[in-house]
């Protein structure tokens, strides 16, 4: 107020100067205890949207909300893929047999039979249970016994969980806010995650690994807070890099695992003994995490959830306000929630991109869970060697999700969102290509070093493929963008659990399937087709629709509600593509406005006279119809 003064008095009315670095931490820093208003952030000059988002991703800052927000982000996420794929890379030592008490007449016998070859016992059918601290392959004891179609059901359980939580936090994150959401899921998952280590039974650890799944949604909790914190120029380079970094936890599971078991091994530790320790470090990391995302965090550019929901309600009483569908109206938190996920859920092209997402993160996951007991048994490595050569499939998820954010961005300045589309197609089809080929490779044939030069290419087309889905996702349902992400998310464990019971008919024909499969999930793309954007091969931009104006007097409820005019139909109907006219209160995907009957977008129709086309809204079980 002073500086507005003095600006009046001399005759002055410059724009505030734009703070350097240094300036921009005090600033904000000034502003933490009631949050950030979105015209502080335009203060701060270019680099901020008129929401406050961010343009640019800053890795070397940690400052609030934004960089703060990202690197909790995929922190938090690395540390759930890490505790949630902690026992695929020990499997070779969980398939081992329980061990008997060594002072037992069958241990007395077999130490005395096997006096000068204690090695050979190990390997013996009926003496291996007397071999606690043998670590070959087939050898000795310490583990859970279990067979092939236990390992196999126990990973298709391990993501039964996520895809019932990742369909629901998305929108228990619009209800509640993504730190809230993030904060209990960790410290939620942290008490099944340490329970396993305490399990001497195959129902017990599969019950306990049910639970240990629901840490998968952390993914769409990652994905929706990059989203609300960077603008649009670089969302898909922020989501995809965030993502890709908490996948990298698959490959650092796969190295990291065996080696603190191998060093609780020279220790003298018994296997029963280094397995279960090694598995009660990480949920340990979650409880510490949950912590500092509770008091060290934001929900929005513009603070916590409680400071957005302050600062909405003030906009209201603004004389005229923009209505963007997202005005939940004072509902209760579980109200918003089941809304966003049902709006999500209307929108056939959610499930498009859930099917996208089945065969590439699903497959992942899937791989995570198998590929080091397939390095073990179809290449004969040790357990620590065969965790290492499958971290490597993870490895790529440093750069290469990024890459393919990066690609739909790039592709999204030329083409808008019809340019994302082209990212997915562009990277989906080599990775089944890449599959198929991997499934045909054999040690005696290509050896390991082949193997894994294929191997490494399919990862990164893999990676690539994940960052440009959820590059498409915040323009599937604006208004459900946390629906969206839930359900699309959930496809990736769908997929993961297909997958996993397709190992049943064996690892290597069912790699060679799900390639097959993999490669015909991405021709759905060029059918992929949104109003008021188009498709890979359609432009329809030219009917997108305004936003709605709410207009009301100063100190009245709002009284009326104009929406904008249909622009004039053209001349040749072959301008508009699919034959869709832009309709009065008509929004950009389909679905009714906000405050309407049905939704926040009313039904999408084909001008009068005029034939549905296919795969239009009204067809496609779009509200309304």
Avoid at 121 to 130: G, L, P
Wanted: aromatic share 10%; charged share 15%.
């Amino acid at each position: 107020a002073s500086e507005s003064c003095d600006k009046v008095a001399h005759g002055k009315n410059e724009d505030p100067p734009i703070p350097g670095p240094d300036e921009h931490l005090t600033a904000t820093g000034a502003q933490m205890a009631g949050g950030w208003s979105e015209g502080h952030w335009a203060a701060q000059g270019a680099d901020y949207d008129k929401l406050g988002k961010k343009k640019s991703i800053q890795l070397w800052r940690v400052d609030r909300p934004h960089m703060r927000a990202f690197h909790f982000a995929w922190l938090a996420f690395l540390l759930c893929f890490i505790t949630w794929f902690a026992i695929p890379p020990i499997y070779p030592t969980l398939k081992k047999p329980k061990c008997a008490d060594l002072t037992s007449e069958l241990c007395v016998g077999c130490m005395s039979q096997f006096a000068a070859t204690m090695d050979d016992m190990a390997f013996d059918k009926s003496c291996m249970v007397c071999a606690p601290r043998a670590t070959k392959n087939g050898a000795g004891c310490g583990g859970l016994g279990l067979n092939k179609d236990q390992v196999v059901l126990s990973n298709a359980v391990s993501v039964m969980g996520t895809i019932l939580a990742r369909i629901g936090i998305g929108g228990v994150a619009d209800a509640i806010g993504v730190r809230a959401s993030y904060a209990g899921l960790l410290l939620f998952g942290s008490i099944p995650a340490f329970c396993v280590a305490a399990c001497d039974t195959y129902d017990a650890f599969t019950g306990v690994r049910f639970l240990i799944s629901f840490i998968g949604a952390s993914f769409v909790l990652t994905q929706l807070w990059t989203s609300v914190m960077f603008s649009s120029n670089i969302v898909g380079t922020a989501n995809a890099t965030s993502a890709g970094w908490g996948n990298l936890g698959g490959a650092v599971s796969g190295a990291l695992i065996p080696a603190v078991f191998r060093s609780f091994m020279s220790q003298g530790y018994t296997n029963d003994q280094a397995w279960r320790y090694t598995l009660a470090w990480p949920p340990a990391t979650l409880v510490f995490v949950a912590a500092c995302i509770w008091f060290l965090s934001d929900d929005v550019p513009q603070g916590t959830f409680k400071e957005m929901k302050a600062k909405e309600a003030e906009k209201k009483k603004a004389a005229d306000y923009v209505d963007d569908g997202k005005d939940t109206g004072g509902e209760e938190p579980a109200s918003v929630a089941a809304r966003s996920i049902v709006l999500a859920s209307r929108n056939w092209r959610t499930w498009v991109l859930f099917i996208a997402y089945a065969f590439c993160f699903g497959v992942e996951v899937s791989v995570y869970g198998n590929l080091p007991l397939y390095f073990s048994t179809a290449y004969n490595l040790e357990q620590a060697d065969a965790g290492l050569a499958a971290s490597l499939f993870g490895l790529f998820n440093l750069f290469a999700r990024s890459a393919g954010g990066m690609l739909s961005d790039i592709l999204s300045r030329k083409g808008g969102v019809r340019g994302r589309i082209w990212a997915n197609f562009i990277c989906s089809f080599p990775m089944g290509v890449m599959l198929i080929i991997f499934s045909s490779l054999t040690k005696d044939n290509n050896g390991l070093g082949g193997t894994l030069g294929c191997l490494c290419a399919w990862a990164f087309f893999l990676a690539a493929t994940e960052g440009t889905v959820f590059g498409l996702v915040p323009f599937i349902e604006p208004t459900a963008v946390g629906g969206v992400a839930g359900i699309v998310g959930a496809g990736g464990n769908a997929g993961a659990l297909m997958c996993n019971f397709t190992m049943r008919i064996g690892q290597r024909p069912a790699f060679n399937a799900i390639g097959w499969i993999s490669l015909w999930t991405s021709l759905l793309m060029p059918l992929l087709w949104i109003p008021g954007v188009g498709s890979m091969f359609r432009d329809d931009t030219m009917n997108a629709a305004a936003p709605i104006v709410i207009k009301k007097d100063a100190d009245e409820a709002p009284k009326t509600r104009d929406l904008p005019a249909a622009d004039p139909a053209p001349a040749s109907s072959s301008q508009m593509p699919y034959g869709y006219p832009p309709m009065p209160g008509m929004g950009m995907y389909g679905m009714p406005m906000a405050g309407a009957m049905g939704g926040p977008y009313p039904p999408m129709l084909p001008p009068m006279g005029s034939p549905p086309m296919m795969g239009s809204p009204p067809m496609m079980g779009m509200g309304g119809m």
